[in-house]
C-alpha cells in the first residue's frame, strides 16, 4: 500500500459531509494502485513519475475519477464519460453511492493499471490543431480589422488561443459572440489567456 499523503487527509477532513465516505472508499482503491497520492488543484491527484495520473474529485450530483488521458484508455465497460464535447483528452467515471464504488473495484483497478501503463510507454493525446477549431464569425471580422489584434491572438500559446476559439463560439447567438470578442480583445492584447 502507498503511503497516505497527509495533506490528502486533512482535505478528506476538511471536506466532510457529502461524498465523504464514496472518497474514502475510492482513495483506499488509488492507494492500492503504484501511483503516488499527491494534492493539486485542491484535490487528491495520483501520479505517476511526476505525470498525473488520476484525479478524485466530488461534484453536486456525483463524485469522480478524472483520467487525465483517459482518451487512450480501451474502456471495455463503456463506463468513461467525456464530460464536454470539446474535452479532447481526459475521461471520467462517475459515483453517487459506496455501493458503486464496490461493485466496479476491479474494473476501476484495471483501468487504473491500464492508466499507469499508458504513462509507462509514454504515449501522448493527439489533440486537435489550433487550426482545427472553428473561428467565430464575429471574432474573424475583428481579427480581419485589426492586424494588432490578429499579431496578438497569433503569439498566444496553442491552449490559450483554443480556450478563446471555444469561448467565443460556445455562444449561440451573434450578439453574445460579439460581447465576448469585445470583453476580451483588451485581454488579448496584453498577452494574456482567458482565465490570465
Keep these: 500500500m502507498n ?37 493539486k488543484w485542491g484535490a487528491p491527484c495520483y501520479t505517476f513519475e511526476n505525470r498525473n495520473v488520476v484525479l478524485m474529485h466530488g461534484f453536486k ?5 478524472l483520467f487525465f488521458k483517459g482518451a487512450l484508455l ?4 463503456g463506463i468513461l464519460i ?6 479532447q483528452s481526459a475521461r471520467h467515471i462517475r459515483f453517487t453511492s459506496v455501493r458503486e ?3 466496479l473495484k476491479t474494473i476501476l483497478k484495471a483501468y487504473i493499471l491500464e492508466a499507469v501503463e499508458v504513462e509507462r510507454a509514454g504515449l501522448k493525446v493527439n489533440f486537435k490543431k489550433t487550426e482545427e477549431f472553428s473561428v467565430a464569425e464575429e471574432f474573424q471580422n475583428k481579427l480581419d480589422k485589426s492586424p494588432a489584434l490578429k499579431r496578438a491572438f497569433n503569439a498566444l500559446t496553442p491552449g490559450r488561443q483554443r480556450a ?6 460556445g455562444a449561440k447567438q451573434s450578439k453574445t459572440r ?12 496584453k498577452g494574456k489567456g482567458l482565465d490570465d
Design 178 to 189: 460579439a460581447a465576448r470578442v469585445e470583453k476580451c480583445t483588451p485581454q488579448i492584447l
Design 74 to 77: 480501451s474502456d471495455p465497460e
Design 164 to 169: 478563446y476559439l471555444l469561448h467565443f463560439s
Design 101 to 103: 464504488i464496490v461493485k
Design 3 to 39: 503511503k497516505m499523503n497527509p495533506k490528502v487527509d486533512a482535505f478528506l477532513t476538511r471536506r466532510g459531509g457529502r461524498w465523504q465516505a464514496e472518497l474514502e472508499k475510492l482513495r483506499k482503491i488509488m492507494l492500492e494502485s503504484p501511483l503516488t497520492e499527491e494534492l
Design 82 to 87: 467525456k464530460q464536454t464535447e470539446t474535452v
Design 61 to 65: 450530483e456525483y463524485c469522480a475519477l
